[in-house]
T-cell receptor, first 110, second 115 residues
Framework: TQLLEQSPQFLSIQEGENLTVYCNSSSVFSSLQWYRQEPGEGPVLLVTVVTGGEVKKLKRLTFQFGDARKDSSLHITAAQPGDTGLYLCAGASNTGKLIFGQGTTLQVKP | EAGVAQSPRYKIIEKRQSVAFWCNPISGHATLYWYQQILGQGPKLLIQFQNNGVVDDSQLPKDRFSAERLKGVDSTLKIQPAKLEDSAVYLC?????????????FGPGTRLLVL
């Protein structure tokens, strides 16, 4: 069974701080996706990483895919209250099936 | 472009009752997914359709859950009879043709509470 473990599960920080969320698996995925979900809404895709060692930047968010394509991290620089939400990583198979981690709930206080 | 539509948004039922959820995917998307998201967890895939055929229903509790996508467009997910542990958000998503690196677009979900 493929599993993705995210850590930490909860994070409460002050505006302006940096943070990193980790996503680890014992399985290899064809790609890994990061989503953000707000209360009462469905997840929204932030980024897809495909190649081992790949780094992608989206404004203040930096995503990294591990060399072995089993783990990934999301780093947020200078967090803002608008970054508050549930962050989900998901491993994708080549049939489109997604295996989600349990999520990291981020609260950024002004 | 219209997103994925789901209804109802909220539903409260008693255990042993039946309930049905409806999803209309983005126009032209061949692949449709139903996920269950229990509070504090990530979404779990219940069933994946490619047009009107089932690609993966390995995690669908088939003794009580059923889903169909008869004309390859909209879909319904039914629970009969419901149990307390079925309380969750049911998310529908669609993608263009179900390949691994594609973006899945999620609807807002139906929040089910079973009492």
């Amino acid at each position: 069974t493929q599993l993705l473990e995210q850590s930490p599960q909860f994070l409460s920080i002050q505006e302006g701080e940096n943070l990193t969320v980790y996503c680890n698996s014992s399985s290899v995925f064809s790609s890994l996706q990061w989503y953000r979900q707000e209360p009462g809404e469905g997840p929204v895709l932030l980024v897809t990483v495909v190649t081992g060692g790949e780094v992608k930047k989206l404004k203040r968010l930096t995503f990294q895919f591990g060399d072995a394509r089993k783990d990934s991290s999301l780093h947020i620089t200078a967090a803002q209250p608008g970054d508050t939400g549930l962050y989900l990583c998901a491993g994708a198979s080549n049939t489109g099936k997604l295996i989600f981690g349990q999520g990291t709930t981020l609260q950024v206080k002004p | 472009e219209a997103g994925v539509a789901q209804s109802p948004r909220y539903k409260i039922i008693e255990k042993r009752q039946s309930v049905a959820f409806w999803c209309n995917p983005i126009s032209g998307h061949a692949t449709l997914y139903w996920y269950q998201q229990i509070l504090g967890q990530g979404p779990k895939l219940l069933i994946q359709f490619q047009n009107n055929g089932v690609v993966d229903d390995s995690q669908l509790p088939k003794d009580r859950f059923s889903a169909e996508r008869l004309k390859g467009v909209d879909s319904t997910l039914k629970i009969q009879p419901a149990k307390l542990e079925d309380s969750a958000v049911y998310l529908c998503a669609s993608s263009l043709d179900g390949r691994g690196q594609e973006t899945q677009y999620f609807g807002p979900g139906t929040r089910l509470l079973v009492l």
